[in-house]
């Protein structure tokens, strides 16, 4: 069982930056065990793969459109992982979730593999 909860939302002009941390609690495996995945959902869409890192943190994924602004890390002895969000536009006006996963490397982008799920944290960016 693991307890994700992020924070670091928030109203940010264009251009700005913020930065997301997720918080990691585990009853089970230590938090170093698990994938970090970055999902965000904005009003009236699919929920949308933003980026995932690996357990050890050496792997790093992102969706097209944040690659060169979004940057994924963690700090394992923290339990914690960030999503800096720099050049932020108002297309990625979202509430962002973390979520975690023991899943293959090769299914980090797929949101059905991923066991838990953090409340969300609002991101908007106004123009």
């Known amino acids: 069982q693991v307890l994700l909860a992020e924070s670091g939302g928030g109203v940010v002009p264009a251009g700005g930056s913020l930065r997301l941390s997720c918080a990691a609690s585990?009853?089970?495996?230590?938090?170093?065990?698990?994938?970090v995945a970055w999902v965000r959902q904005a009003p009236g869409k699919e929920r949308q793969f933003v980026g995932a890192?690996?357990?050890?943190?050496?792997?790093?994924y992102y969706t097209d459109s944040v690659k060169g602004r979004f940057t994924l890390s963690r700090n394992n002895a923290e339990n914690t992982a960030y999503l800096q969000m720099n050049t932020l536009k108002p297309e990625d006006t979202a509430i962002y979730y973390c979520?975690?996963?023991?899943?293959?490397?090769?299914?980090?982008?797929?949101?059905?593999?991923?066991?838990?799920w953090g409340q969300g944290t609002q991101v908007t960016v106004a123009s």
């Open positions: 585990s009853s089970g495996r230590p938090f170093r065990h698990y994938h």
């Open positions: 890192i690996t357990r050890d943190g050496a792997g790093k």
């Open positions: 979520a975690a996963t023991t899943v293959v490397v090769s299914s980090l982008g797929d949101l059905t593999k991923y066991h838990y």
